[in-house]
């Protein structure tokens, strides 16, 4: 079975430019989380969603970010304007929220702004 | 609020056994899960309590007390490919996981 799969792995762009993460869960998961890993504050949630719905977005760090999940088997991380300290992996995790109990990372989204 | 605290670094010997703490302060209580993340990849789940007591898989174990908000990750016949970092995180009522720092553990021959 696939896992979760996020695009792209590795994206280098300039501060100020729009950046677009993606991601799509394992089939049959109702739970899509955006997390954020970084040295200085390990792994912290961004975003939860639930049946394509945000549920918890109070880690969402600032209106640059926004994410969406138009259908179950997608969702996207945007960053506009992204700045030096948007650096970071990013990654996007499932579950299946009845009988499984836990998370699937996907490989991340390692992102470098300069 | 919500505080997980796990050591930041381990140092072991390879066939050695290790235990990596873990207390946590948090809203609401759904169960208690470790994840191993090797330098470079995302992290992969280990085990998974929500009742007292010792969960055993292999040779990885791990215990939970939810009335002292402790638990730990037991490592037996550690192996060089065991040097990873180990997360602890809490499932609270919310649905949410939230991780601790990690602890990085390196396995010497």
């Known amino acids: 079975d696939a896992g979760v799969i996020q695009s792209p792995r590795h994206e280098v762009t300039e501060m100020g430019q729009e950046v677009t993460l993606r991601c799509k869960p394992i089939?049959?998961?109702?739970?899509l989380f955006w997390y954020r890993q970084t040295m200085m504050r390990g792994l912290e949630l961004l975003i939860y969603?639930?049946?394509?719905?945000?549920?918890?977005d109070s880690g969402m760090p600032e209106d640059r970010f926004s994410a969406k999940m138009p259908n179950a088997s997608f969702s996207t991380l945007k960053i506009q304007p992204s700045e030096p300290r948007d650096s970071a992996v990013y990654f996007c995790?499932?579950?299946?929220?009845?009988?499984?109990?836990?998370?699937?990372f996907g490989e991340g989204s390692w992102l470098t702004v300069v | 609020g919500q505080n997980i605290d796990q050591p930041t670094e381990m140092t072991a010997t390879e066939g050695a056994i290790v235990q990596i703490n873990c207390t946590y302060q948090?809203?609401?209580?759904?169960?208690l899960f470790w994840y191993q993340q090797h330098a470079g990849e995302a992290p992969t789940f280990l085990s998974y309590?929500?009742?007292?007591g010792l969960e055993e898989k292999g040779r990885f174990s791990s215990f939970l007390s939810r009335s002292k908000g402790y638990s730990y990750l037991l490592l037996k016949e550690l192996q060089m490919k065991d040097s990873a970092s180990y997360l602890c995180?809490?499932?609270?009522?919310?649905?949410?996981?939230?991780f601790g720092p990690g602890t990085r553990l390196s396995v010497l021959p």
């Open positions: 995790a499932s579950r299946r929220g009845l009988s499984g109990n836990t998370i699937y």
């Open positions: 089939s049959g998961h109702d739970y």
């Open positions: 969603f639930n049946n394509n719905v945000p549920i918890d």
């Open positions: 948090t809203s609401g209580f759904n169960g």
């Open positions: 309590n929500v009742l007292d």
């Open positions: 995180a809490v499932r609270n009522y919310g649905q949410n996981f939230v």
